[in-house]
Structures are given as structure tokens and as C-alpha cells.
T-cell receptor, first 113, second 113 residues
Framework: DARVTQTPRDKVTEMGQEVTMRCQPI?????VFWYRQTMKQGLELLAY????????DSGMPKDRFSAEMPDATLATLKIQPSEPRDSAVYFC???????????FGPGTRLTVL | GESVGLHLPTLSVQEGDNSIINCAYS??????FIWYKQESGKGPQFIID?????DKRQGQRVTVLLNKTVKHLSLQIAATQPGDSAVYFC????????????FGAGTRLAVHP
């Protein structure tokens, strides 16, 4: 049963600490998306990769967030330094070339104290 | 830019009744629409999609209706069951260079016995 996996599932950290979230897309998918979900803003697209190349990261605060795909089986989202306003659930999704049907992972719930 | 809105934040229905969840979009050039279901503690899950060359598409107990004239999308769930309790999102595919989904705010469906 192919699915997107994300680690960690929950992360509590203190303001100023570095946070790294990892995602393993479904094997064979060549598009990867990072979303952030909050009650206030809903689901926001942070970054979008196709064939490991970033196509769009305009939704990401550039000064503290970075997203990479070191290889086809791993996508990372890093926050350094973290702030309380970064507290949210972060989802990774993967899909085929069209980017239309996206399969979401279970999310990482981040709490920054 | 594209924006997606929902008519009701919460919908309560009796088990066995039909549910209708509505969504409005702003860009008349949008040509692909998706409904997602998100259960508590999980990532959004694809339910059904529709392209702009159609006005209706049916799945198992779900029907999506598209009215391009008024830029309105609806999801109908027949014989609603307790397992249908979740937040439902409509998403619209943006155009221009690469595909990106814009998600609506979500409607919480509560099914009562």
C-alpha cells in the first residue's frame, strides 16, 4: 500500500531551535509539495518540487525556511530559527507530473514554545 | 489571484440524509477542481475531481456538480454515514506555467445518529 510518510509526527521545540521535517514521497512520484495548515490560514502551499527541482517556494518565509530534495526518496523542510508563529501541521504531498492528484502524508504537528 | 471560498464552515446532518457542501471560486479560467476529505489527525484524502468540460461527475455515494456560469462547485454525499464526518475542502488548479492547487477554507461535516 503506497503512501507518503512523514517524520516526526509530532515535534515540540523551543523558540530559536532548528526544526527539520522529513518526507518520503510515493515511489515513482516526481512532484512533491509542502503545505502548512493552521486554523487561521487553512492549507497554504509552501513549496513545490518537480523532479527534485524547486518550481515554486513563494509561499515560504525565505529568511528562516528552506526546502530541499537531496534525492528522489527524501524531501526536507527546515526552519531555522523556529518561532511560535510557525506552530502548525506541516503536510507533504506527492503526485505525478501533472501535479493534479496529490497524495498527502499524515503530517508533522509542530509546536514552538 | 485565485481564491476559493466555502459557503458554510459547519454542516450538521442526520445519518442517512444527503449532504451538500458548496464552494465558490474566483477565476473563470480554472479548469480542474478537486474535493478532499480530511479526518481528524490525518492528511487530506482525494475524493473526486472534475474538469471544466463537465458539469457533473459521480463516484461511489458522491457527486460533484460544477456550474461555471456562477463559478460554483458542490459535493453531494448520498446516505451520509458517521464515517463521513470530516472536514471537506475544495481545491482549484491554477494555471500558468505549472500546476498548483489552491484550497478553500474547509467545511466541517458532522453526522448525527
Amino acid at each position: 500500500d503506497a503512501r507518503v510518510t512523514q517524520t516526526p509526527r509530532d515535534k515540540v521545540t523551543e523558540m530559536g531551535q532548528e526544526v527539520t521535517m522529513r518526507c518520503q514521497p510515493i515511489l515513482g512520484h516526481n512532484t512533491v509539495f509542502w503545505y502548512r495548515q493552521t486554523m487561521k490560514q487553512g492549507l497554504e502551499l509552501l513549496a513545490y518540487f518537480r523532479n527534485r527541482a524547486p518550481l515554486d517556494d513563494s509561499g515560504m518565509p525565505k529568511d528562516r525556511f528552506s526546502a530541499e530534495m537531496p534525492d528522489a526518496t527524501l524531501a526536507t523542510l527546515k526552519i531555522q530559527p523556529s518561532e511560535p508563529r510557525d506552530s502548525a501541521v506541516y503536510f507533504c504531498a506527492s503526485g505525478g507530473t501533472s501535479g493534479t492528484e496529490q497524495f498527502f502524508g499524515p503530517g508533522t504537528r509542530l509546536t514552538v514554545l | 489571484g485565485e481564491s476559493v471560498g466555502l459557503h458554510l464552515p459547519t454542516l450538521s446532518v442526520q445519518e442517512g440524509d444527503n449532504s451538500i457542501i458548496n464552494c465558490a471560486y474566483s477565476n473563470s479560467a480554472s479548469d480542474y477542481f478537486i474535493w478532499y476529505k480530511q479526518e481528524s489527525g490525518k492528511g487530506p484524502q482525494f475524493i473526486i475531481d472534475i474538469r471544466s468540460n463537465m458539469d457533473k461527475r459521480q463516484g461511489q455515494r458522491v457527486t460533484v456538480l460544477l456550474n461555471k456560469t456562477v463559478k460554483h462547485l458542490s459535493l453531494q454525499i448520498a446516505a451520509t454515514q458517521p464515517g463521513d464526518s470530516a472536514v471537506y475542502f475544495c481545491a482549484v488548479l491554477t494555471s500558468g506555467g505549472y500546476n498548483k492547487l489552491i484550497f478553500g477554507a474547509g467545511t466541517r461535516l458532522a453526522v448525527h445518529p
